[in-house]
């Protein structure tokens, strides 16, 4: 199975940037490149939300309109690393975020029963 790590959360003012990485490994097919990897989040009471995803194969993003605009989402497949870069952080943005792994096999990346293999989280919090 694909092992993901999150990692680059904590506490940032509005405003502010912070730049997720999720770490993966053990392919069973090829390398990231053969992979979708998706960024989700899941705010205080709230369900988890998928806010981006990127197909590594050809590099084509998706973006929720909460973040779309502010987050960049990025690969470094040589690294087997997906970034996610946050500015203009909102006290909204605040939440667990989670990176999750699909085979690029053609399903459908909007829907979070699609991901495979998940992180562990790691906690964003956007106050002053």
């Known amino acids: 199975d694909v092992q993901l790590q999150a990692s680059g959360g904590g506490l940032v003012q509005p405003g502010g940037s912070l730049t997720l990485s999720c770490s993966a490994s053990?392919?069973?097919?090829?390398?990231?490149?053969?992979?979708?990897i998706g960024w989700f989040r899941r705010a205080p009471g709230k369900e988890r939300e998928l806010i981006s995803f990127?197909?590594?194969?050809?590099?084509?993003?998706y973006y929720a309109d909460s973040v779309k605009g502010r987050f960049t989402i990025s690969s470094d497949s040589a690294r087997s690393m997906v970034y996610l870069q946050m500015h203009a952080l909102k006290p909204e943005d605040t939440a667990v975020y989670y990176c999750?792994?699909?085979?690029?096999?053609?399903?459908?990346?909007?829907?979070?029963?699609?991901?495979?293999?998940w992180g562990q989280g790691t906690l964003v919090t956007v106050s002053s």
């Open positions: 999750a792994e699909a085979l690029d096999d053609g399903r459908n990346y909007y829907e979070d029963y699609e991901y495979d293999s």
């Open positions: 053990g392919f069973a097919f090829g390398n990231l490149r053969d992979y979708t």
């Open positions: 990127i197909v590594n194969r050809d590099q084509t993003t």
